[in-house]
């Protein structure tokens, strides 16, 4: 049997997309189905301002990949003409932006604007290991 971190009463196991462990002591904080997801969103919201800043640049927006994440972090950009195309970073270089094929692609933008996405990338890339980290940390506890 297990108890709860908090209060000591006894925990039930919570169904799928509830909590894993919810306290039967209906004082505690723990007791509600969803406290773990609420916590983790309080946790992160700092974060999602950030992600939300860097997602945007002068010529469209960065759809940075969660799931589907290629070597050190990917997105797909999306420039405010319509084109889309995927990007990402591994070991400091950019592709397509650092290979000889992005002419190929025939995207037209400046030295400015790759500079752009390329900073915004690299921040994505920052705030969202630093929000794993603090996850992680939060669940040690």
Known sequence: MSYCEICGSSVREGDYGQSKYICENTLCE???PNWAYKKRNELIKPFLKEIEKYSSFSQGVIDFHDVRWIGDGSAEIKLNDGTEFI???KKNKFNPFDFPHFIELEINLSEYVIKEIKENMLNLIHVHEEMRKAIKKEVRK
Do not use: A, P, T
């Open 87 to 89: 990007c990402h970073v």
């Open 30 to 32: 723990r007791s509600k």
